[in-house]
């Protein structure tokens, strides 16, 4: 069973930045897509971005798109979410997962292992 820990998040303003970060205990996290994924209070989680196995494909929520960059690291077997450009709606625990596949979806069904979560929260 693979272990995802999450770190980065925090407690910043409107408009700033904030650089997220996921670790996977299990090698063969290299051979699957993974992604963030989002959840306000009394709300849905929800898809925020993903990655293929090899880094080389990414998708993202319309929301976040132009804001955030998801990228990966083989080589530590951690993933990142760069959040630009903060607002007070991106606030939510956020959630790294690893696929069921080699490409990263936007279903939470896709996904096998999940963190823990941090929270984020941009104050207006």
């Known amino acids: 069973q693979a272990q995802l820990v999450e770190s980065g998040g925090g407690l910043v303003q409107d408009g700033d930045s904030l650089k997220l970060s996921c670790t996977c205990s299990?090698?063969?996290?290299?051979?699957?897509?993974m992604g963030w994924f989002r959840q306000a209070p009394g709300e849905e989680r929800e898809f925020v971005a993903a990655i293929n196995w090899n880094g080389g494909t990414t998708s993202y929520a319309d929301s976040v798109k132009d804001r955030f960059t998801i990228s990966r690291d083989k080589a530590s077997s951690t993933m990142y979410l760069q959040m630009n450009s903060l607002k007070p709606e991106d606030t939510a625990v956020y959630f790294c997962a690893t696929s069921l596949y080699a490409t990263g979806g936007r279903s939470t069904a896709g996904y096998r292992y999940w963190g823990q979560g941090t929270q984020v929260t941009v104050a207006s």
């Open positions: 299990r090698r063969t996290c290299s051979n699957n897509g």
